[in-house]
């Protein structure tokens, strides 16, 4: 455990400039004594802020970086032009220099992801990062991953997920054996997608090394903290973690609105102040603000970019407590306990989407027609030819045989495929000449 934390921090990220920024970090000063700053960005505008904040500016310095990568670029365009010479870049290579235990950015998530994985590098044995948010429920803190850093993951990366944020939960809420549970549409074992059936058969199987794995878990779950850690792809994480988001927002306005509707209504919230109080406080979005960039050779904590002064101080306490705790080792001690991945789903397990041998389809009967005189004549060319040699026919009345009828309906063009007897094999002899009418 460290006792003095450095935290690094991209100034210029986020929709409400630097101004937010040294304001959550004057709020965390004020609770919290042994950290210590580093602000990435243009100093001519930086530097004339932190004079407003003296006991701020008493422990922090300032670096300066012209480049700002905005909230609309895209992550290979943030590369190109921010590589080493961005505020956020700059953020990024203090904490591998080890100049600094954490990094804070409210910027571009696209391009933070692109540039964190490109400068600090994945930890070995991690397939992906992922985004881990903590999450109030009825029970305690919990920890959900990935909420946006992987569309549509694979059982590999599931299971990189599941190791990763059971070290989180481990350094966060002193458990040796936090129980992890995958995100499924139901709990039984059959339903869900085959990637998370794959890769609950891997955790049930390595259950005990370092997590211990409760099976799958559905939505409503979550808000009930039934496990530690909740496990997740990216795509499925996101919205969940808007939808409780907004949830949260409409609770709050339904219940202002209810406690202002007449006086005997207000009078009531009078009285209950202080609950409401707290439930404001446990209800509050800004309260649990900050996502932690996992996998990485480094602890990244991506803020909200909207967010005000308390939003960025939760920020910047959670980045507080993963420098505090050593995170970083204590995912490399949770990859130590598992057994890559690779070797799991080669020997242990059968990939549900490997393909069964393709069934032999039955011959075609009506293509091998027997007592043929060339390769490639059909059986109903066969009776039409042998039809052409008989005598013929009073024009007048031409009679009707079924060889005729079969002939008509072979010579018809038809999508479906004929099954059943071959009315065709009556005909086997019709080489013999018929005798005279």
Not at 366 to 388: I, L, N, Q, R, Y
Request: with cysteine.
């Amino acid at each position: 455990m460290s006792e003095n934390v450095t935290i690094s921090v991209d100034a210029m990220g986020g929709d409400n400039g630097p101004r937010i920024v040294f304001h959550g970090a004057r709020l965390v000063l004020r609770d919290r004594g042994n950290i210590r700053f580093i602000f990435h960005g243009r100093e001519e505008i930086l530097q004339p802020l932190i004079e407003e904040f003296p006991e701020l500016k008493a422990v922090s310095s300032i670096r300066h970086k012209d480049i700002v990568i905005s909230m609309n670029d895209k992550p290979t365009a943030a590369l190109r032009k921010g590589r080493n010479t961005s505020s956020m870049w700059s953020a990024l290579q203090a904490v591998k220099d080890n100049e600094a235990d954490v990094a804070v950015s409210g910027g571009n998530t696209g391009a933070l992801m692109a540039m964190s994985t490109f400068c600090l590098r994945p930890i070995k044995g991690v397939s992906r990062p992922a985004i881990a948010a903590i999450w109030p429920t009825e029970r305690a803190d919990i920890v959900v991953l990935d909420v946006g850093a992987t569309v549509g993951g694979d059982a590999q990366q599931l299971v990189d997920f599941a190791i990763l944020g059971a070290a989180l939960a481990r350094a966060l809420f002193d458990q040796e054996q936090p129980t992890v549970g995958l995100l499924n549409i139901g709990t039984e074992e059959l339903k869900g997608v085959d990637s998370v059936k794959l890769a609950a058969q891997i955790l049930q199987e390595r259950d005990g090394a370092g997590f211990k794995f409760h099976g799958f878990v559905e939505g409503n779950d979550i808000g009930k903290g039934t496990v530690d850690v909740v496990v997740t792809e990216g795509f499925v994480g996101n919205i969940a973690l808007k939808t409780a988001e907004g949830t949260a927002r409409m609770v709050g306005a339904y219940f202002r609105k209810a406690l202002k509707a007449d006086w005997v209504s207000k009078l009531g919230a009078l009285i209950s102040s202080r609950a409401l109080t707290a439930l404001k406080r446990k209800m509050d979005p800004r309260a649990i603000n900050g996502g932690v960039f996992l996998g990485l050779n480094g602890v990244v904590i991506k803020s909200h970019g909207g967010t005000d002064e308390i939003g960025f101080k939760s920020a910047l306490d959670l980045a507080y407590e993963m420098g505090r705790f050593n995170l970083i080792q204590k995912i490399s001690e949770g990859l130590e306990k598992f057994e890559p991945v690779d070797d799991l789903l080669a020997d242990d397990v059968t990939d549900p989407e490997e393909k069964a041998p393709e069934e032999k389809k039955p011959e075609d009967k009506t293509a091998s027609f027997e007592g043929t005189d060339k390769p490639g004549t059909t059986s109903v060319e066969k009776p039409v030819k042998a039809a052409a040699g008989k005598p013929v026919q009073s024009a007048e009345k031409k009679p009707t045989t079924k060889v005729d009828k079969a002939t008509k309906k072979a010579d018809k063009p038809s999508s479906k495929k004929r099954v059943g007897k071959n009315p065709l094999r009556k005909f086997k002899s019709t080489n013999k000449p018929e005798p005279s009418a």
